[in-house]
Nanobody
Framework: QEQLVESGGGSVQTGGSLRLSCGASRYTYRTYCMGWFRQAAGKEREGVATIYSGDGSTYYADSVKGRFTISQDNAKNTLYLQMNSLKPEDTAKYYC??????????????????????WGQGTQVTVSS
């Protein structure tokens, strides 16, 4: 069973950068979708970015396009989220998630958080103005 463990959260000022990491114990699926989701206090969880293992396609929420980059290192079984030009509205707890999938499923997975079967415990990101 996959286990996901996030790290790299912290506190930064507006305009700063952070890199989140998500280590996976193992992948038993040939193709899968991995993603980053976040939930701010008092708000619903939202999809931030996803990546499809089959071809490396990436998808982003409009609010983070051009600032965040999702990537993965297959040799290390690690997912990353590079976050630049951080804003106070990026403050949230960030979670990584994984699910076996097709490419078409992953393309729309930002809105399918409830369908991901594996989740990490989350890491807090706080951006101060």
């Amino acid at each position: 069973q996959e286990q996901l463990v996030e790290s790299g959260g912290g506190s930064v000022q507006t305009g700063g950068s952070l890199r989140l990491s998500c280590g996976a114990s193992r992948y038993t699926y040939r193709t899968y979708c991995m993603g980053w989701f976040r939930q701010a206090a008092g708000k619903e969880r939202e999809g931030v970015a996803t990546i499809y293992s089959g071809d490396g396609s990436t998808y982003y929420a409009d609010s983070v396009k051009g600032r965040f980059t999702i990537s993965q290192d297959n040799a290390k079984n690690t997912l990353y989220l590079q976050m630049n030009s951080l804003k106070p509205e990026d403050t949230a707890k960030y979670y990584c998630a994984a699910q076996s999938s097709t490419g078409s499923w992953c393309r729309f997975a930002l809105n399918r958080g409830r369908d991901f079967g594996y989740w990490g415990q989350g890491t807090q990101v706080t951006v101060s103005s």
